[in-house]
C-alpha cells in the first residue's frame, strides 16, 4: 500500500470518494485551492491517470506526500531544504503567466514557515531569469494575495546558513565601474569557490565591465536571511528548465562546495522532471553525471 495526500496509489483503477475528498482538501490546505487540472482525472472517470502520476510526483516532490489538512497544517509541512522546488516553480509559472501556480507556489512556502520576506528573496531569485514577464505576473498575484505570519520558521540543519563572507568577491559597488583588480578578485572568488572560472567572467571582464559587476552586486544579495545553499539549488533547477549546460554546471559546482548534500541535489535534479519527464536525466548525466558519481 502506498497513500499519497489520501490516495492509494497501488489501486489505479478505482477511486472512493473518501480519497477523493481527502486529496482536494490536501491542496486547498497547502496551496490554497483544490487543484482543478489534477482533479479533471478523477471527475472524468479515469483515476488511474492521477493515481500513477501521482506515484510518478511523489517522488519529486517538495510538499509533504502525507495529507495535509487544517489540522496538521502547521505540522506537516516538507523539507525546508527542497524550497529551491517552489522558489523555481515561481520562475517557470512566472514566465508562463500562470498567476494561479505561483500563488499556490507562495501559499506553499508560507504554509512551510516562509516568512513574507523569505519569499521576497526567492521571488528576486526567480526573478534573475524571468525578468520583467515573471515580475509582472508576481506582481498581479501579490494584488490580492494575503501574506500570514508563519507560526514558526523553518528549521535549516546547522550547516545550512547565511553567510554573506562567501557570497562576497570584494568589489566596490560604490561605484558602476569595475575598478582595477576587480576582475582578477572575481576570477579569484570562482577559483577558489568553484574550482574554475565561468567563460562569461572573462567575456564580459574584457568586453562589458560594468555589465558584469552589475550582475555580482545583484547576484551578492539576492539574500539576506535565507541560507546560501537555497541560492545554487534553486538557480540549478532554472538552468535545467532552460537547458542551460554551463548555468548547470556552475550551480551544481557552487551546491557542492557550499555542503548541499546528494540527497537534496538528486531532489533539485528530479523535481523539474514533473515538466521534462526523465529524459531530463540525459542532460544531466552528460554535464554533471560525473559530480552526482562522486558528490561526497
Aim: hydrophobic share 40%; glycine share 8%; charged share 25%.
Amino acid at each position: 500500500m502506498v497513500i499519497d495526500r489520501g490516495l492509494d496509489l497501488l489501486k489505479p483503477d478505482e477511486m472512493l470518494q473518501d480519497e477523493f475528498e481527502a486529496f482536494k482538501l490536501h491542496y486547498a490546505t497547502r496551496d490554497g485551492r483544490s487543484h482543478p487540472g489534477l482533479n479533471m482525472w478523477a471527475e472524468q472517470g479515469r483515476p488511474d491517470y492521477l493515481k500513477r502520476y501521482r506515484l510518478f510526483a511523489r517522488y519529486l516532490a517538495t510538499a509533504p506526500t502525507d495529507a495535509v489538512t487544517p489540522e496538521n497544517v502547521n505540522t506537516n509541512r516538507g523539507d525546508p531544504h527542497k524550497a529551491s522546488g517552489s522558489f523555481t516553480c515561481i520562475f517557470w509559472y512566472g514566465l508562463l503567466g500562470f498567476e494561479e501556480g505561483n500563488h499556490y507556489s507562495l501559499t506553499n512556502l508560507q504554509n512551510g514557515g516562509f516568512s513574507k520576506d523569505e519569499c521576497l528573496q526567492g521571488i528576486a531569485m526567480a526573478c534573475v531569469y524571468s525578468g520583467p514577464r515573471g515580475m509582472e505576473t508576481m506582481a498581479n498575484v501579490l494584488k490580492t494575495f494575503e501574506w500570514k505570519e508563519p507560526v514558526e520558521p523553518p528549521h535549516f540543519r546547522e550547516d545550512w546558513v547565511n553567510d554573506k563572507s562567501k557570497m562576497q568577491a570584494g568589489l566596490d559597488f560604490s561605484t558602476a565601474d569595475l575598478l582595477p583588480g576587480e576582475l582578477s578578485r572575481i576570477e579569484q572568488w570562482y577559483g577558489d569557490t568553484i574550482g574554475e572560472v565561468p567563460a562569461y567572467v572573462r567575456f564580459l571582464g574584457r568586453h562589458n565591465p560594468p555589465l558584469l559587476k552589475a550582475y555580482r552586486n545583484r547576484w551578492e544579495n539576492l539574500l539576506t536571511t535565507l541560507p546560501n545553499q537555497l541560492l545554487p539549488t534553486t538557480m540549478f533547477q532554472i538552468h535545467m528548465l532552460r537547458q542551460d549546460r554551463a548555468g548547470i554546471r556552475e550551480n551544481a559546482l557552487l551546491a557542492r562546495a557550499w555542503g548541499v548534500g546528494h540527497e537534496e541535489m538528486v531532489h533539485a535534479l528530479s523535481a523539474w522532471m514533473v515538466f521534462g519527464s526523465v529524459q531530463m536525466a540525459t542532460m544531466a548525466q552528460e554535464v554533471v553525471g560525473d559530480l552526482f558519481d562522486n558528490w561526497d
